[in-house]
T-cell receptor, first 117, second 110 residues
């Protein structure tokens, strides 16, 4: 099992350019998440998905779009990149919990470091 | 809404010293609580968890006890090693997602 993989690992964009970050998991997880990590801010949830074909907004969704066309993939899009989107982006996935007492660990990818000039 | 507060600033200590990182939370109901660790250049990994009040999570010498009365989940380790240098995040689970604290960088000096 490769676990959670992210493509690309690094990217530099100019303001206004667009790009798509790809997250893939081979663990048959239902839930997938996109976070951004900024110094002194911890991890903030951008968007998430509870199943194929579904997406929902997290804490900081503005400027991003997502799609979950296949269960194993979760794409994060930046239509018009801005310097404020310079960050490290992490994808995570987990099995769906059946009961409140059930916790299924979130598995994280290695991250994508994005710089917007 | 749900939120997690971690103590401010990095933590620098010598090898074999005692480590404490404070974590308090605000949530409705009885959330599950977690500590995640991030080693340099990597994603986050689950370190330990507790799903109900008075539960103690433990792993790799680290411990944390879910204290409902003080809404806290402080992380402790009795004798740290250089290999424990990392960023530690406290988190709580609610509404199918995790809310993270801002993280604390721990640097252990030989």
């Amino acid at each position: 099992n490769a676990g959670v993989t992210q493509t690309p690992k690094f990217r530099v964009l100019k303001t206004g350019q667009s790009m798509t970050l790809l997250c893939a998991q081979d663990m048959n997880h239902e839930y997938m998440y996109w976070y951004r990590q900024d110094p002194g801010m911890g991890l903030r949830l951008i968007h998430y998905s509870v199943g194929e074909g579904t997406t929902a907004k997290g804490e900081v969704p503005d400027g991003y779009n997502v799609s979950r066309l296949k269960k194993q993939n979760f794409l994060l899009g930046l239509e018009s990149a801005a310097p404020s989107q310079t960050s490290v982006y992490f994808c995570a996935s987990t099995l769906a919990g059946v009961r409140r007492s059930t916790y299924n660990e979130q598995f994280f990818g290695p991250g994508t470091r994005l710089t917007v000039l | 809404g749900n939120s997690v507060t971690q103590m401010e600033g990095p933590v620098t200590l010598s090898e074999e010293a005692f480590l404490t990182i404070n974590c308090t939370y605000t949530a409705t109901g009885y959330p599950s609580l977690f500590w995640y660790v991030q080693y340099p250049g990597e994603g986050l990994q689950l370190l330990l968890k507790a799903t109900k009040a008075d539960d103690k999570g433990s792993n790799k010498g680290f411990e944390a006890t879910y204290r409902k009365e003080t809404t806290s989940f402080h992380l402790e380790k009795g004798s740290v090693q250089v290999s424990d240098s990392a960023v530690y995040f406290c988190a709580l689970r609610g509404n199918n997602r995790l809310a993270f604290g801002k993280g604390n960088q721990v640097v252990v000096i030989p």
